[in-house]
């Protein structure tokens, strides 16, 4: 095909045009995406950067705002968070595992799969019904930590199950290929080729399904979490609080006071929040290194 | 793992048979194989002789590789793949239910088209066979790996680089780390499927002399689509088309007086 000199110079200043209009759309939607976070960062920080101290961060809740504090709530999410990984991490992975390596491609696996994405979907309340029904009342846990970093694993289960599915997708079929040609087992192959290989994959997917567990209240309040608490849980059935929970019960109060306390509060758990995904960064960072020696 | 001694017996009577008859090491008889619904292999029947190289060629797609992949049923690892007819390993069929394939794998190694060491080091790689089997002794797996090394001709390119990762190595390189893997373990049988389709000439002409050299105590199959190569380092070829057998015998004969117009035609570039 041919093109007259000056049709060709039409076309190519049409398309220049829509590239133009193009990258500036998706120029405009970074904006308010980043925008709107920055507003809600810098709207913290201005309420609640005066809160922050180390008298914030080590005293209990109390009725006077300049005398509360974080300290249950934020040692009741620590601890939250690092129970629910310890319960929903190898269960994760586990069923990625059998899923990914092991199930057969039948309409039962089919199914299986379908559900978790939808279980991944599903709003956050209902896992907090699930918990108070299953764990606080069937089992009788109560309202404790153990309750509830068992509704957290539940919620997040389907996330780091389809991320490690992911993660172990990646792994190239040629690895597996040259472990069984030299004798190993299927488990060997897994654990000696494709978990390395996929592991910084499932710790980021994981790291970042603990930080949305991390933020989450709904399911907490759900279970009948307490919001006034004046002592650290001492074991896995003591009573908790965490600090979404605490910021609820803050913003929602009249004095203005407890809301610069909220906004200290939320400062703090994006704080948390940071340092988890910059953990998962620096996993996977050091992980891939290992990997190129 | 396989005891030394038990090899060595095994090489022994080879050895001392093939001056009267060659003695075969795998036999097949009408082998079947589908993938799923498609069939790949026809009642291909044929046997692969001890110590000797056996070339199998024919036009892309006509299961060559499915073949070879049959003789260490590196193919049960893919859904849907399934095979009828027999493969009798030293007279024990590889496919009797009672046959455990990671023992078969172990017997009867594999090279790969594409290199594929692990992104480990080039010691590892090497090693891992054998780990797998549960040696742990240092000073063993220090000279099983050095001895796998040097059988692979590649020692004295990596003698001092062993602990750096296998991926920073070249094509060629890479392709005889994973013939000296293969080697470690100790096989009866290496598989060779296309080993130096990605390889260049120069490290093709090494990857051949190589195969010359293992043949005194390997038994080889080797897919390739280079004529010549299969000339140069066979002693028994055979073509395969459509999934079906078309001719076998002696490379010499196969090369200069087939049987069969369509061996002729496509060994003489008329078609493929």
């Given at each position: 095909m041919k093109l007259a000199a000056?049709?060709?110079?039409?076309?190519?200043?049409?398309?220049?045009?829509?590239?133009?209009?193009?990258?500036?759309?998706?120029v405009a939607a970074l904006l308010i995406a980043l925008g709107s976070l920055a507003t809600l960062l810098i709207?913290?920080?201005?309420?609640?950067?005066?809160?922050?101290?180390?008298?914030?961060?080590?005293?209990?809740?109390?009725?006077?705002?300049e005398e509360a504090g974080i300290l249950s709530s934020l040692v009741g999410t620590v601890y939250l968070i690092l129970l629910t990984a310890l319960v929903a991490f190898p269960v994760g992975v586990g069923a990625a595992i059998y899923l990914e390596e092991y199930a057969a491609s039948r309409w039962y696996s089919r199914l299986i799969e379908v559900n978790i994405a939808n279980l991944a979907g599903v709003p956050s309340i209902i896992y907090g019904l699930l918990g108070l029904e299953l764990f606080v009342r069937a089992l009788g846990l109560e309202r404790s930590l153990l309750a509830g970093a068992l509704t957290m694993a539940l919620l997040v289960l389907p996330i780091i199950i389809i991320s490690s599915r992911e993660a172990m997708r990646t792994v190239p079929p040629s690895i597996r290929e040259a472990s069984c040609a030299l004798g190993a087992s299927r488990w060997q192959t897994i654990w000696h080729q494709v978990l390395p290989l996929a592991l910084p994959g499932i710790l980021t997917g994981s790291i970042l399904a603990f930080s949305r567990a991390i933020g989450e209240a709904a399911p907490?309040?759900?279970?009948?979490?307490?919001t006034y608490i004046a002592f650290l849980p001492d074991g896995l059935l003591a009573p908790f609080t965490a600090l979404p929970i605490q910021i609820f019960n803050w913003v929602s109060r009249p004095q203005k006071g407890f809301h610069a306390n909220a906004a200290g509060a939320i400062l703090v758990l994006l704080v948390v929040l940071l340092l988890m995904n910059a953990l998962a960064v620096f996993l996977r960072h050091r992980h891939q290194q290992r990997l190129r020696l | 793992?396989?005891?030394?001694?038990?090899?060595?017996?095994?090489?022994?009577?080879?050895?001392?048979?093939?001056?009267?008859?060659?003695?075969?090491?795998?036999?097949?008889?009408?082998?079947?194989?589908?993938?799923?619904?498609?069939?790949?292999?026809?009642?291909?029947?044929?046997?692969?002789?001890?110590?000797?190289?056996?070339?199998?060629?024919?036009p892309s797609g006509c299961g060559k590789s499915t073949f070879i992949r049959c003789l260490n049923r590196i193919n049960d690892l893919i859904g849907g793949f399934r095979v009828a007819g027999r493969v009798l390993f030293q007279g024990q069929d590889l496919y009797a239910p009672d046959v455990d394939p990671i023992e078969i794998r172990l017997r009867i190694g594999m090279v790969f088209q594409k290199p594929n060491p692990f992104p480990k080091s080039i010691y590892d790689n090497v090693a891992y066979g054998p780990r797998l089997c549960g040696l742990k002794d240092p000073v063993r797996l220090d000279l099983l790996v050095e001895e796998s090394l040097k059988k692979a001709a590649l020692w004295d390119e990596v003698k001092d680089k062993l602990r750096r990762s296998a991926l920073a190595l070249s094509g060629g390189q890479q392709q005889r780390l994973c013939i000296a893997r293969a080697l470690a373990v100790e096989p009866e049988v290496l598989l060779l499927d296309e080993p130096c389709s990605a390889l260049d000439p120069i490290a093709t002409a090494r990857i051949e002399d190589l195969l010359l050299d293992l043949k005194k105590n390997y038994t080889m199959v080797i897919v390739t689509h280079n004529m010549q190569q299969a000339a140069r380092v066979s002693d028994s070829?055979?073509?395969?088309?459509?999934?079906?057998?078309?001719?076998?015998?002696p490379t010499s004969r196969i090369f200069t007086n087939p049987l069969e117009k369509v061996t002729e035609d496509y060994i003489t570039g008329r078609f493929g």
């Open positions: 000056a049709d060709l110079r039409h076309m190519l200043r049409l398309r220049r045009g829509t590239e133009f209009v193009f990258k500036f759309v998706a709207d913290a920080f201005l309420d609640g950067a005066g809160r922050l101290s180390w008298q914030f961060l080590t005293s209990f809740p109390s009725r006077r705002p907490l309040i759900t279970i009948g979490a307490l | 793992m396989r005891s030394r001694s038990s090899f060595a017996i095994v090489t022994n009577n080879g050895c001392v048979s093939n001056m009267t008859e060659p003695i075969p090491a795998l036999e097949v008889h009408d082998l079947d194989a589908w993938y799923g619904h498609t069939q790949a292999l026809r009642k291909i029947s044929l046997a692969i002789v001890e110590q000797r190289i056996t070339a199998i060629i024919g070829t055979a073509f395969f088309m459509l999934g079906q057998l078309v001719e076998f015998g």
